[in-house]
């Protein structure tokens, strides 16, 4: 069990995500990003089939910021930062959920503007080389790959971790490999990796999330894309520090897509257990999926937008 520090607030920026609405108001939940600066309406931010989410952490009159994940595109987190008025020397860490495309595409751009050396928080298959779908077709379909001379040797301090990994003061943890125990959540059943020759099934081990504990509230978790399963992977955020009270659940659900449409009631089945005061998810969760959380449970239900900022 991992002894977690309590913060007494939490911000989560979307940087990229799939969506964006600059007319949505905000609320006690969220802050929206204005649509007009200085009298002119401002330039539009930019969605993507991507993800990354600026987290701020906070006690004692401290700020600790971390980048989660860079987006698909070499642009789009780039624009957006800038547009939402973030400086990058801001981010003091970036952990990568996993080591698929949508996740790291600005990662290279970044850490060459970063002016001090930060670390870079990795599981060790991130670098992976040879990822693939089989199509039921029989097509091979491959990923492209991350290659660990991607990193700016004098600003970046890699850690490859697979076990839980404190950041910031102890106030964020890196959940490292997510323990599998549902019967329902199976991973993408079509992803294959091969390992030296021999071929065998992706379980994306590397897949891992962000855990907060909010002071007198409990979880927040914070998915890239949840291969593990999002309730294997809220279950393991209880385990690994042996807090039960979830306040917040949000970020990517992969649960888009014909094939996993069965998945979304029973995972909304336990969501519901669960109760967290807030659920927002966003990027691979997919439409069906985000219309059955909202509709099922609207007061904990937000809406994620590309410059909103989940005020926790």
Request: contains cysteine.
């Amino acid at each position: 069990m991992v002894t977690l520090r309590e913060s007494e607030k939490i911000e989560v920026v979307t940087v990229i995500d799939n969506y964006t609405d600059c007319l949505i108001p905000s609320s006690q939940k969220v802050r929206r990003c204005p649509h007009y600066k200085n009298g002119k309406v401002a330039p539009p931010l930019l969605a993507e089939h991507g993800l990354s989410l600026l987290v701020r952490v906070f006690k004692n009159g401290n700020t600790h910021t971390l980048l989660l994940d860079a987006g698909w595109s070499a642009t789009g987190v780039f624009h957006n930062l800038k547009e939402l008025g973030i400086n990058i020397d801001e981010i003091e860490a970036v952990v990568l959920s996993h080591g698929h495309m949508d996740h790291y595409g600005s990662l290279r751009g970044i850490l060459k503007l970063i002016s001090e050396p930060i670390p870079v928080i990795v599981h060790p298959d991130v670098f992976l080389q040879n990822r693939f779908l089989i199509l039921p077709d029989g097509e091979k379909i491959t990923f492209p790959t991350l290659n660990e001379s991607t990193f700016q040797k004098n600003v970046v301090k890699i850690i490859k971790n697979t076990e839980p990994y404190l950041l910031a003061e102890e106030l964020v943890l890196v959940t490292g490999e997510i323990e599998r125990t549902t019967n329902f959540e199976k991973g993408i059943l079509n992803a294959y990796v091969d390992r030296r020759g021999k071929i065998e099934r992706d379980l994306i081990m590397d897949d891992q999330g962000l855990i907060v504990h909010l002071k007198d509230k409990g979880l927040v978790i914070i998915t890239g894309c949840a291969h593990s399963g999002i309730i294997n992977t809220v279950r393991y955020a209880q385990k690994v520090t042996g807090i039960d009270p979830v306040y917040a659940v949000i970020g990517g659900f992969h649960l888009s897509g014909t094939k996993f449409e069965a998945v979304i009631h029973p995972t909304l089945e336990e969501i519901k257990r669960v109760n967290p005061f807030v659920i927002s998810p966003m990027h691979c969760t997919g439409f069906k999926a985000t219309m059955e959380i909202a509709k099922n449970m609207p007061r904990q239900f937000v809406l994620s937008s590309v410059g909103s900022t989940l005020l926790l």
